[in-house]
DNA sequence: CGCAAACTTGATGTTGCTCAAGCTAGGTGG
DNA sequence: CCACCTAGCTTGAGCAACATCAAGTTTGCG
């Protein structure tokens, strides 16, 4: 096998590292590597839109996606970020129900939905795989709504800035890669309510902000409090 | 085999028609019936509790089951009606992370968990129909996310009303078995804003509430219209 | 019949939204 | 290299939707 120089963002993929293959033998790992392709999109290009029919399953490398439903006047509801090692496209068969794009420059690894089938039959565990990557899924969208349908503002922005902390592996500083309008619409809130939340914990002392795009969780225990619900009337 | 007459609730089980045998050959079927039992929950018993070991997945048979998660100081979300054909257990590995309690009495049928996972693994098709089954919740999952981030009050009751009506396969009348307060901790509301909406939109001709618990939905154009949030300003 | 739980209705309060203005950072072209 | 432009962000003032608090009413049940 040559090892070669590639281009510059995509050194020769090691597949036994990728999500899909988690729990795989070398032969279906081979599988993988020979019906996935590399796909990229730059940040606001779309990967699915709602009503499309769906060939594809998608494994995110790097970068960030969002995935959303619209409401006919334009409001919005992002339902989640998908990051590096996340899996897009199982949930639906035939058709697409939101919308997918890109936040950030993204890579994905692109696995056809025909030869993904195969494998849910073919190997053993696979299936068992997947059913536990959508349980994931399942439980992350109930925490979702608990947040949505009865946190306040303030415990909305402290669960998420917990969970990207969490999602970086970072315990002190967040990389917060998408506008505060997508912020809004995935915590049910609007741009100015996160932005004046945002500066409201600022002034507090349990984040900093220190330049664009990035938060220092000063006061991590006060996050976690807040995130649970635990401080009902902290202002 | 014997036919035998058996007690007022528990006539003898028909275990092709369960939805877990749904696409299973018969030989699986015979499986499913040899390894279940039935089981019956009283209003408010659990079935779950947030935290537990689970060891069972479970089938509805009969009544309404509801599913919620709880902050430390009371506030709930209920995340999830069950009625007859529903699973319940499938997104946990291990521990529950949510309560499981009966609304109206409830029949179950109960599958233990290691022999439902040998299934997984020995029945082809078993596994796809699961993360069919996974899918469709999921999809549920983002669509009441959409209702709890981005909807008003009026536009949430309308949706909830006609996804009642849809399960119940019904097009004029809508039995409610739960509570004003088990409506409005699904929907992100309090008892009186939920009381009030209904209020208003009897008193426009809307629905009709003939009887405690009966909602007749008399202009379902205009319930349709409401729930997908094409009237932005329809007071 | 009487009680408790569920529901409705009203009056008032508050959170977060709307509308509006100014600020910041980063990219572009002169 | 700088000035401009724009998208994104912050801040403020006023407002509206929904929550809260508080009676009263209905229903089902013992």
Do not use: W
């Not at 699915?48 to 619209?70: A, C, H, P």
């Not at 990389?175 to 809004?184: E, F, H, K, V, Y």
């Not at 900093?208 to 807040?226: F, S």
């Amino acid at each position: 096998m040559h090892v070669q120089a590639t281009m510059n963002v995509a050194p020769r993929l090691d597949y036994a590292a990728l999500a899909v293959c988690r729990g795989l033998g070398r032969e279906a790992v081979s599988h993988v590597a020979a019906m996935s392709s590399v796909r990229r999109l730059a940040p606001g290009e779309a990967l699915f839109n709602e009503g499309d029919r769906t060939e594809s399953i998608y494994e995110v490398l790097s970068g960030m996606l969002r995935i959303y439903k619209l409401l006919p006047d334009g409001r919005r509801q992002i339902t989640g970020f998908l990051s590096a090692g996340h899996l897009v496209g199982l949930a639906h068969r035939n058709h697409c129900l939101y919308t997918v794009d890109a936040v950030t420059p993204v890579t994905l690894c692109r696995y056809p939905l025909a030869h993904f089938d195969r494998l849910v039959d073919q190997v053993p565990g696979f299936a068992r795989r997947l059913l536990a990557v959508t349980s994931d899924e399942l439980r992350a969208a109930q925490d979702q709504m608990l947040l949505l349908g009865r946190k306040t503002a303030e415990e909305k922005i402290a669960s998420f800035l917990l969970m990207m902390a969490k999602r970086q592996k970072s315990d002190e500083t967040v990389q917060l890669s998408m506008t505060r309008s997508d912020i809004a619409d995935y915590l049910g809130l609007t741009t100015e309510t996160v932005s004046r939340t945002l500066t409201k914990l600022k002034s507090h002392g349990t984040i900093a902000l220190p330049a664009y795009g990035r938060v220092e969780l000063t006061d991590r225990e006060q996050l976690e409090e807040l995130a649970a619900g635990e401080l009902a009337a902290a202002a």
